[in-house]
């Protein structure tokens, strides 16, 4: 078994506990987000993210969600590779793993014009803004699950 070369082998901090106004805030955030927005999409997104930002941690908890919800074995495994394998995601699909690449990554080259006009094409304005929201929390989720510790396969939800 490889072991992760940043951990230390302590206990990290518990933001749940610690801060339960904040999370709270970042649960409500989530919900708000996914409103109206396609299920498989939204684990799509968060899984393309997690991947991303190498958290395991949602990455179990995304593609775990993503079956109990019906997502064949053959799309989870395209993901990474989307741009490889169009065939087996939808042109909104497409357009949203795009974005969430994009903003995932903002760093390396902001969000290109051509990414922002293909999700703006293939959404409307509400579901756009949803399609941010939810790229924006799971970015943060990852953030939180990597600075905490958070172990791969020990999904806290109730």
């Known amino acids: 078994m490889t072991t992760n070369p940043h951990m230390t082998g302590t206990a990290r901090l518990n933001l749940a506990k610690a801060a339960p106004k904040v ?21 799509l997104i968060q899984i393309r993210a ?21 997502e064949t074995e053959d799309r989870l495994h395209m993901v990474p590779v989307w741009r490889e394998a169009r065939h087996f995601f939808t042109e909104k699909e497409q357009a949203a793993l ?3 690449e994009a903003v995932t990554l903002v760093a390396d080259g902001g969000v290109p014009d051509t990414v922002y006009a293909q999700a703006a094409g293939c959404f409307d304005e509400q579901e756009l803004a949803h ?28």
């Open 23 to 43: 999370f709270r805030a970042l649960i409500g955030f989530d919900t708000a987000a996914r409103e109206g927005l396609d299920p498989a999409l939204v684990e």
């Open 131 to 158: 399609v941010l929201s939810l790229i924006l929390t799971i970015n943060t989720w990852n953030r939180v699950a990597l600075a905490t510790a958070k172990v791969a396969g020990t999904d806290e939800r109730g």
């Open 98 to 100: 795009a974005l969430t």
């Open 50 to 70: 997690s991947h991303l930002n190498h958290c395991a941690y949602c990455l179990h908890m995304h593609t775990n969600d993503a079956r109990k919800a019906g």
